[in-house]
């Protein structure tokens, strides 16, 4: 796989991230990932940029929550304050020799070590804003994840290979072409005042008035593809079902219904996973309220595959955060939640700007 990772390295640091002479960049990654963080790291040096890593072992993060006490949960040492407030760029790669590892964890210590360390992420997200920081988060094919998605694992590294465009002969200039469609959609929003959405289970209005639709096309994300804002906190009103399954933090969720008043969760149930949902949900005051409605539009995803890197991009789908929003959108929630919950749209769905229907079975319909 080596020429997979070359590329997907220079992809990153060539397009995602625009790394520069001089530039501190962290790589996070599971020591499964071994391979494309030796590839970075090598480049980044090449480029005259200095790399740090911070390698997990396997199932790290299940050792931390099943032995940390309270105050080791809330505990945020000095190293990461420093590195949050003075990085200039994060690789983060999303690879698990085990993607289901924290499923018997209380999801109650995952959601007060969420709640305690939002700091953190505060921190980056306001230095992005500003222009200080860049993020992106790249995937890396292990056995675990191909079970997932019900694939073998060769197959698993060429859908992933296929949906970040790393197939293609020139994928930087695949996700410029990605960059200048998206933005036609992102014109096409701009102004929106009030979004409904309907479909099954689903009819759920949100105000989007003074709010920036923002284009996806492989800054933050690898795969990518979608359009995205951050709603009016206080503006969801009524029910929405997502159908695609997802998991987060390791434990499988599926057959979501949320029900919104005033911008609030009222209701919720899942045909799989509802206590530890319910658990996310409580995880601070903010986490009930809608961080971000988007289009997934990558229509090289078809099929969900249980890693929302790529599920929230599968074309034909809309998605719905709830918890903190994005300040470059306009978002002013603040929660050390993000979780973002999938549905599909090309049975029947439809999305209506200002009562003027725009989007129908998966599709924007062209303009009179």
Known sequence: MFGFEKKLSRLI?????KIKEGDVVEI??????ESLIRELYKYILEI????LVRMNFSEQLHTFYKYASEKQLS??????????????????IDSESNTRQLTNIDPSKIAFHRKSTKILKDIMFEREAKG????????YPTSAMAQDAEMPLEEYANFIEMACKLDEDDPV???????????????????TKKLRIVGYKTDLTLNTDRRSWINCSGRHNLPDGEVFTSPVEDSAN??????????????????????FENGAVVRSSAQKGEEFLKKMIETDESAKFVGEIAFGLNNSITIPSKNILFDEKIGKTIHLAIGSSYPEAGGKNRSGLHWDLIKEMKSGGKV?????????????????
């Not at 505990?75 to 983060?92: G, Q, R, Y």
């Not at 860049?134 to 995937?139: A, D, G, H, R, S």
Request: aromatic residues 12%.
């Open 75 to 92: 505990m945020i040492p000095e190293i990461l304050m420093t590195t949050s407030k003075t990085l200039n760029a994060l690789i983060h």
């Open 173 to 191: 200039k695949s996700w410029e072409d990605v960059n200048r469609k998206q933005q036609n959609i992102v014109e096409r929003l701009t102004g």
């Open 238 to 259: 009524g029910e929405i079902f997502f159908d695609i399954p997802t998991s987060f933090m390791g434990v499988e969720v599926q057959g979501v219904h949320l029900t």
């Open 48 to 51: 005259g940029a200095y790399p």
């Open 352 to 368: 209506y700007k200002d009562d003027i229907l725009i989007y129908e079975n998966g599709e924007f319909l062209i303009e009179n």
């Open 28 to 33: 996070r990654g599971e020591v499964c990932a």
């Open 13 to 17: 640091c060539d397009y995602s991230l």
């Open 132 to 139: 200080e920081f860049k993020w992106v988060i790249v995937p």
